[in-house]
């Protein structure tokens, strides 16, 4: 980084990332001088995204550490799921300060579903104890594959009508009318991505930065993949990397999957699949969340069917890890469970090659049905805390 290019944002990217928390680490870092550093600190500073505290001495004077401030904002995460919704306001180093979960039933549509989860937000933000001028902006997770340029559902196999629906702009106007925001008070910033991939940012910043390949495996009502490879999400070209659910098994060509095709993993082994048997055998289940609470019962049949399940997706797996070699594997979800978790490792172990699996570490979430939530907050932070963005807000918040 040469001093001609660092800007104040990338000045608070130092900061964020624990790079340099001192002027003298910075003026290292950088090679700026002292009143450059100075200047752009105050930038920082005025915009209220900062705080000093004293370091510890070794015998001289201490020098005075300089933190991001994740209370001066907040944000709003929306967690979609196929029949419930979560909403939470975080502040912005993650921390959950009011939740609210519901019935939602996602086949109903984007234009009622966004407005219903508009309608949370009022009180939500009262139970939060902070003032609305203060919500940055607005992260939502959606069980779908999102073209991130966009922010809009791309043919989503589990959500009818929700395909290139224009959500962030919808959920604006939603958020700005239950809000009763004012004609020039813009709404805040809205962004979308993959349930699976906001859940993997959230248990890999949480847990495992040490991890250079890390993959979340999501098994509920649908299955799917968030990669984070270099401290960085992996999403593809346009928002499909990671949907793995819709994998062709080549044994199981009579499984209709909702995508519309046949012999997909999702259709053989996500929960969907195992309530549709479980309920042939007699039991009262039509989702995922349904198979979760018969696991937990440790209902015989369904750890029968979550294990082999766990063994199809084992199969897929296989090549995963082949291909990604992760330090970290993990599962996620309704059906992430220890008779799911057995027959994964089970087919894993088997028939990967020693070296792939030598260093790999297969674990089940930490965050649980936070995930999501986490996930979608931290994407809104990083995004309108990124250098390019930051510095474009300094030049409006601190003229």
């Known amino acids: 980084m040469t001093s001609g290019q660092t800007s104040a944002g990338e000045l608070l990217h130092l900061i964020r990332s624990g790079q340099a928390n001192t002027r ?21 500073n005025r915009a209220g995204w900062l705080r000093h505290t004293a370091g510890t001495s070794t015998g001289g004077r201490p020098s005075h550490q300089i933190e991001f401030d994740t209370t001066h904002a907040c944000v709003i995460a929306l967690d979609l799921e196929t029949r419930h919704a979560r909403a939470a306001v975080l502040d912005l180093g993650g921390t959950i300060l009011a ?4 019935a939602m039933d996602i086949g109903e549509g984007p234009e009622h579903v966004l407005h219903r989860l508009a309608s949370w937000l009022p009180d939500l933000i009262a139970a939060a104890g902070v003032s609305p001028d203060k919500v940055a902006g607005i992260g939502m997770s959606v069980p779908g594959p999102v073209d991130w340029d966009s922010g809009q559902v791309i043919e989503p196999p589990i959500m009818p009508g929700w395909d290139r629906y224009p959500l962030r702009e919808r959920l604006q106007k939603e958020y700005a009318a239950h809000m009763n925001l004012p004609a020039e008070h813009p709404a805040p910033p809205v962004l979308v991505d993959n349930d699976a991939n906001l859940m993997a940012l959230a248990e890999y910043q949480a847990n495992h930065r040490d991890s250079t390949s890390f993959v979340l495996l999501k098994v509920s009502t649908g299955i799917g993949a968030g990669v984070v490879i270099g401290n960085s999400l992996y999403r593809g070209i346009d928002g499909g990397a990671g949907d793995i659910g819709h994998i062709r098994l080549h ?17 053989v082994a996500s929960g969907r699949a195992i309530a549709k048997e479980l309920a042939s055998l007699g039991h009262d289940t039509t989702s995922g969340r349904d198979v979760k609470r018969l696991l937990n019962e440790g209902h015989p049949d369904a750890v029968r069917l979550a294990r082999e399940a766990g063994q199809r997706v084992g199969e897929v797996l296989v090549t995963v890890v082949t291909l990604l070699n992760p330090g970290v594997l993990m599962i996620a979800g309704d059906l992430s469970s220890v008779p799911f978790l057995t027959g994964v490792r089970e087919l894993v172990y088997q028939r990967a090659m020693p070296r792939a699996t030598a260093s790999l570490h297969l674990v089940t979430s930490r965050l649980g049905d936070h995930a999501g939530l986490i996930g979608a907050a931290a994407m809104v932070v990083e995004h309108l805390y990124s250098p390019a963005v930051a510095d474009t807000r300094l030049e409006h918040l601190t003229p």
Do not use: K, P, V
């Open 24 to 44: 003298a680490a910075l003026q290292h870092a950088t090679g700026l001088s002292r009143s450059t550093i100075g200047q752009r600190l105050e930038l920082l």
């Open 99 to 102: 939740e609210h979960t519901g």
């Open 251 to 267: 044994d199981r060509s009579d499984a209709l999957c909702m995508c519309g095709s046949y012999g997909c993993l999702a259709a």
